[in-house]
């Protein structure tokens, strides 16, 4: 009788401990899951995207510095018409596909944020590619008395947070696939 339920403890405990280890298994499976979607689909992107527009940005401002390598947008001298000129080819063909693209990413995959709600950052730069894009309307009906958009592009603290967020991910990536050595 004792040797019948020990055998039936122990089946029972064997039981529970392979149910207990699958769906751990399987959690992590989809924690990884989503990992992988939050960096192929959102911060992946999301990085790529805010440094290449850094760069470009840096480009266009050692090219076209005035002489003191100050931007004609924060100098006492005004643009003249064909820094102004400059400034809305890059911005048409460069700046604002970028930024475009950065708030798509944000607007279609909200789901993938690792935040419970959507963060300020990521909301100014929704209203600073909104408020561009109705400058470069403007443009394309002659108005250039507008420049710049009404909102201010956060860039550093946008360059931080896909950064930031883009690393801490790996590192969590990393660990789920038992990586070790991986900072």
């Known amino acids: ?62 090219r076209n510095a005035r002489p003191d390598g100050r931007s004609p947008f924060i100098h006492e001298t005004p643009p003249t018409e064909e820094e102004l000129a400059e400034w809305r080819l890059w911005v048409t063909t460069v700046f604002l596909p970028n930024i475009q693209a950065m708030r798509d990413l944000v607007i279609r995959h909200a789901d993938l944020l690792k935040e419970p709600e959507m963060p300020p950052i990521l909301l100014q730069l929704c209203a600073h590619v909104s408020g561009y894009e109705i400058t470069a309307a403007r443009w394309t009906q002659g108005g250039y008395d507008q420049h710049l958009s009404l909102v201010p592009f956060p860039s550093e603290e946008l360059a931080v947070y896909a950064r930031q967020g883009f690393a801490d991910l790996k590192r969590e990536h990393a660990r789920l696939l038992g990586q070790r050595g991986v900072h």
């Open 1 to 62: 009788m004792i040797a019948l339920v020990v055998t039936i403890g122990l089946a029972f405990v064997g039981y529970v401990a392979t149910y207990l280890n699958g769906l751990r298994l399987s959690q992590r499976q989809e924690r990884l899951a989503r990992l992988n979607r939050q960096l192929s689909d959102f911060y992946g992107p999301l990085f790529a995207l805010t440094e290449a527009n850094s760069r470009s940005f840096h480009a266009f401002k050692e």
